[in-house]
């Protein structure tokens, strides 16, 4: 039986809630340089996720 391997996009454009995507951040299974805002609400929530996982780590340490 022949293999058919479809090949994988380097790049996907997915939607996700700003919830998952700041608890994401802040456990650190994304990373911000992983991520390109398409909008200014999701730059928003970026950079808001980015600045509060910096302050909760500046915290524990």
């Given amino acids: 039986m022949p293999s058919t391997h479809t090949p994988i996009p380097a790049k996907v454009k997915i939607e996700v ?3 998952l995507l700041m ?7 994304v990373k911000g340089n992983d991520c390109r805002c398409l ?3 999701a730059k928003q929530v970026l950079w808001l996720s980015l600045l509060n ?3 909760d780590c500046a915290e524990q340490n």
Avoid: K, R, Y
Avoid at 23 to 29: A, C, E, R, V
């Fill in 17 to 19: 809630s700003s919830a």
């Fill in 53 to 55: 996982s910096s302050i």
């Fill in 23 to 29: 608890q994401l951040i802040h456990q650190g299974q």
């Fill in 39 to 41: 909008d200014a609400n």
